[in-house]
Structure formats: structure tokens, C-alpha cells
């Protein structure tokens, strides 16, 4: 029984891990050119509309953008 929820632990972990790597990792700042983490400050003050998602470092990079200095992604 202890294997069974070891098992599910897992599962729900690996789950928890996927959904985050789904959701926007990067974002970055259309008007600065930009990017930050998800959880860095300056996400939360950016105005919406200048809001771009990036799953990857590497897509942001590709679009143009620089890593923020404060959140350094
Ligand atoms: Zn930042």
C-alpha cells in the first residue's frame, strides 16, 4: 500500500510539473523588448497589452528580447 501512494505522490508531482511548464514561463514586455519570469515583479506592473508569452528562454531570445536584469531569466 505504502508503493501505491508513493505512486500517486509521483504522479501528482510529475503533473504539478508538467502544468507549470505549459503555462507561461516567460513574459515578456512588448514596449521594453524584455522578458522576464512569470514571478518576477515587473510582470505584475506591465501594462496587459504589452503582455507576450514565451514557453521557452530560447523563444523570447528569438523574438528579440533580453533577459531582465532584476529577474535575470
Ligand atoms: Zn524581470
Request: net charge positive; charged share 20%.
Amino acid at each position: 500500500m505504502k508503493k501505491f501512494f508513493a505512486a500517486v505522490g509521483t504522479i501528482i508531482f510529475m503533473t504539478a510539473t508538467f502544468a507549470t511548464v505549459l503555462a507561461a514561463n516567460y513574459v515578456g514586455n512588448a514596449n521594453s523588448k524584455k522578458f522576464h519570469v512569470g514571478n518576477c515583479s515587473f510582470v505584475g506592473k506591465m501594462n496587459p497589452k504589452n503582455r507576450v508569452d514565451f514557453q521557452t528562454r530560447d523563444e523570447a531570445i528569438q523574438a528579440g528580447y533580453v533577459p531582465c536584469k532584476r529577474c535575470n531569466p
